[in-house]
């Protein structure tokens, strides 16, 4: 397999998703996917569930105290239902059933399979390192929300800096150490831990831009933040 041209996605849900289903966004997300294939790339796209996760688990915790693993399993099954959507957008190019697993070996002769959370714990951040780790791809693309990720929270903090390039080391010393159903941060601390064991380069870019995406896989200067 050619892993240069085997692309590891984290898909946020937020994106897909920010309050109702961005069907313009997937459109021209399926477009751009679809224009790869056609050049030999296969992609494999791990969807989150972003802000619909975060709503389920926050509606339940208003109502009853939950144990974390049974709030990481809402979450867990809204990533399932992000993902499908996006599975059934591909169609006959889609493995198809999503993958849940990470850890297993796949066969399929499509050039897309699609996968979402797995079980608690493992953020759709970290399964897609998990992923690139079975497939044995080095680079994961984390589609999100935001630009860069920053040394700050930009939206607390007026003086917080974005970050071009960072090493493993420095990017973990600014975020939790834990995970946490719902934890908002460019990339997760237990996936972050992985990819740096691992020697996984991870890219953080805005998805909703998806010519700076084209970029990025073109190998071109991109806007975002690598972390390696």
Same mark, same amino acid.
């Given at each position: 397999?050619d892993?240069s041209k085997?692309?590891? +996605?984290?898909?946020?849900?937020s994106?897909?998703?920010?309050?109702?289903?961005?069907?313009? !966004?997937?459109r021209s997300f399926?477009?751009?996917?679809?224009?790869?294939?056609?050049?030999?790339?296969?992609?494999? +796209?791990?969807?989150?569930?972003?802000?619909?996760?975060? %709503?389920?688990?926050n #509606? @339940?915790?208003?109502?009853?105290?939950?144990?974390k693993?049974?709030? /990481?399993?809402?979450?867990?099954?809204?990533?399932?239902?992000? @993902? /499908?959507f996006?599975?059934?957008?591909?169609?006959?190019? #889609?493995?198809? $059933?999503?993958?849940?697993?990470?850890?297993?070996?796949?066969?399929?002769d499509?050039?897309i399979?699609?996968?979402?959370?797995w079980?608690?714990g493992?953020?759709?951040?970290?399964?897609?390192?998990?992923? @690139?780790?079975?497939?044995?791809?080095? %680079?994961? #693309?984390n589609?999100?929300?935001? *630009?860069?990720?920053?040394d700050? /929270?930009?939206?607390t903090?007026?003086? #917080?800096?974005?970050? =071009?390039?960072?090493?493993? &080391?420095?990017?973990? %010393?600014l975020?939790?150490?834990?995970? *946490?159903p719902?934890?908002?941060?460019? !990339? *997760?601390?237990?996936?972050? %831990?992985?990819?740096?064991? &691992?020697? +996984?380069?991870?890219? +953080?870019? =805005?998805?909703k831009?998806? *010519? =700076?995406?084209?970029?990025?896989? /073109?190998? $071109?200067? !991109? $806007?975002?933040?690598?972390?390696?």
């Open positions: 397999m892993t085997t692309i590891i +996605i984290s898909l946020g849900g994106i897909v998703v920010p309050d109702e289903i961005d069907v313009g !966004f997937v399926r477009e751009h996917i679809l224009s790869y294939v056609s050049q030999g790339y296969t992609f494999y +796209i791990i969807v989150g569930g972003g802000k619909i996760a975060r %709503k389920y688990t #509606a @339940a915790n208003a109502i009853i105290a939950l144990p693993d049974e709030l /990481d399993w809402l979450g867990i099954y809204t990533t399932r239902l992000n @993902a /499908d996006i599975r059934l957008i591909f169609k006959d190019v #889609a493995h198809h $059933e999503i993958v849940t697993d990470p850890t297993q070996p796949l066969t399929t499509k050039p399979v699609i996968g979402a959370g079980k608690p493992w953020s759709t951040d970290y399964v897609s390192v998990q992923l @690139a780790k079975t497939v044995g791809a080095k %680079k994961v #693309a589609l999100s929300n935001i *630009d860069y990720a920053y700050a /929270d930009p939206n903090n007026p003086d #917080a800096q974005k970050i =071009n390039s960072i090493s493993w &080391l420095e990017y973990r %010393k975020i939790p150490d834990g995970w *946490d719902g934890l908002s941060t460019p !990339f *997760d601390p237990i996936a972050s %831990k992985l990819a740096e064991e &691992l020697g +996984i380069e991870v890219a +953080i870019m =805005n998805g831009k998806l *010519d =700076n995406f084209k970029r990025y896989l /073109d190998g $071109e200067t !991109f $806007e975002g933040t690598v972390i390696q």
